[in-house]
């Protein structure tokens, strides 16, 4: 018997309707970097860490804005039209997910960057910190050494 047919898989129109679902609501940390080298437009990165992890590093030409503080602060760093992407630690930290929902109560149209920070350092992207900008080498388990993206 298999473990994957245990479930009968989802017929194809549902499952379009749920992978499309999926890729409206988040971004990964490839494409979010390749949309920051391109300096698009109307797109804003929003860390919603502590200031102590801000510091320690962040993605180069995000904003700091800590979740607890979105509801009273948003409307004056991001333009109502933009599109947010949010970021916390990584997979095992719902609070990139908790920014994403306090922007989207706010009418912000909103992303959630699944991988967060981890994903990026471990991708092999710059991050700024309060000691300057660093990069480390991609973890081969996450993206190609040899490669700008992985080719999804």
Known sequence: MSAVLTTTPADPGHAAAHFAGRLAFEADVSDVHADLEARVTDLVV????????????????????????????????VPSGAVV????WGPGCNGATRAA????????????????????????????????????????????????????
Do not use: N
């Open 46 to 77: 929003v860390d919603s860490r502590s200031v102590e992890s801000w510091d320690q590093g962040h993605l180069p030409g995000a904003i700091h804005l800590p979740t607890a503080e979105i509801a009273g602060r948003a409307r004056d760093l």
């Open 85 to 88: 992407v949010t970021y916390c």
């Open 101 to 152: 929902l306090a922007f989207a109560r706010l009418g912000y149209r909103v992303k959630e960057m699944i991988g967060g920070y981890e994903y990026w350092v471990r991708e092999g992207f710059p991050v700024d910190s309060a000691g300057g900008r660093r990069q480390v080498d991609a973890d081969p388990l996450t993206s190609p050494v040899s490669a700008i993206a992985c080719g999804c």
